[in-house]
């Protein structure tokens, strides 16, 4: 059993898949160590276990929406796709998107999955509770404002298996989608903040490599201000739909071209409707504050090289501050740098320590689902509450029930697993 990029085989057999609350806590109960599992989507261990693994994607719990409190309760397996769907029946929204929406709700907010938009938080600012099924057994509700509620969102699956998250909405919201491509380098670094706010969210794509950027996808909301005109800066607009990695089609990602739609095909890069069953790459990310992102894009410009052939493409996101404890972008405005790699594991991690070390000096913050070497040592010194969470984690789980070797090494205490 693996992982959706096939480059993690999980160290058990045994997945359950309940259908109701009490069958999450037997299985919880019954096990010595337990980890709730998503859609797999994440490319390392951090999902992992040598017990038993717990999918929600049987649980039945409907999406509920409340007008008059403008949130939705959505049960913990449900893909951003589906809550997409339901949410636009109603006339609602979520404020941002990641770039897959075939990804489980609950396993996004865990390792704080972002879009992207200088305006725009990590998709776990909109949880407003968290149901969680603890170490016990017993069903807790954690709302905003309550004591630990800033780790719980943000939690890696170490507090317990999540059931069900209520997220705030929005209304509705049309967009629009176009694609620059040869935007040149030193006019994006002149004018970073400009290119980067052009619109709602932007993705600029690039190997680093080269004199321009290879592409910025600018996706505005429909009645906002028009922004930059990337053209002016001297970019191409494209005339035809494009993908981000050359010589691909283009069948698989969400209208280009200017033409408005919803929210819900147009944030993600990839349609909702092109189900892609696994994967033939690996991810790393990094987060700097967002001050550092011209210093950070320069530094990796000087190293492009070391790593040009693992690297498919790069794209560089902004995201707003958020409060949880282990959130990427907690408690500060951030870019972060993507790498989406060839699927070559060891290259991959061959080349990794060089781009740890350039990023260094801004005080670079791994992605919690995808692949890094920091050891826990580093992250403690890149998060204030690193060890609060830890401490957090002991109390809810004093067993260490939800606890395993990826956790261990990077975020709970050093202690070996019995
Ligand atoms: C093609 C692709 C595109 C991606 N795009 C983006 C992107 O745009 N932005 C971004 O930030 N990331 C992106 N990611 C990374 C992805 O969003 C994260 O790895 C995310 O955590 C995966 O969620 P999952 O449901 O697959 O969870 P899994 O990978 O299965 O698990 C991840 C973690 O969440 C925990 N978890 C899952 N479900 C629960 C639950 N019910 N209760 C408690 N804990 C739980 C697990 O225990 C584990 O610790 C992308 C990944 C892929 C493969």
Redesign the pocket.
Known sequence: MH???ANVEYSTTDLRRPTTVDEVSDVVTSSRRV?????????NR??DTDGTLVS?DRLDVPIELDAEAGTVRVG??TTHAVLAAELQRHGRALPNL???PH??V???V??????SGVGNPALSASVAAVE?VRADGSLEVVRRGDDAFEASVV????L????ALVLDTVPTFDVVQTVHSALPWRTALDRFDDVVGNAYSVSLFTRYTGDSVDQVWSKSRVGDPVGLDLADLGAVPAEVAVHMLPDTAADAVTPQLGVPGPWLDRLPH?RADFT?SA?EEI?S?YLVPAEHAVAAVEALRAIGHRFADVLFVSEIRTIAADDAWLSPSGGRASVAFHFTWRRLADEVLAVLPFVEEALAPFDARP????VATLDRATLRERYPRLDDFAAHARAVDPDGRFRNEHLSRTVLEEAPLD
Not at 110 to 115: A, D, K, L, P, V
Not at 160 to 163: H, I, L, M, P
Not at 367 to 370: L, N, P
């Open positions: 992982n959706w990029a980890k709730a599992l998503g859609s797999r989507h994440s490319f951090v999902a929600l913990a397996g990641a770039s897959l990804i489980s609950a396993g996004a865990q390792t704080g999955t972002h879009g969680i939690g890696l699956g170490a317990g298996v999540v059931t990839f892609p994967g991810q990310e992605h919690w689902g995808k």
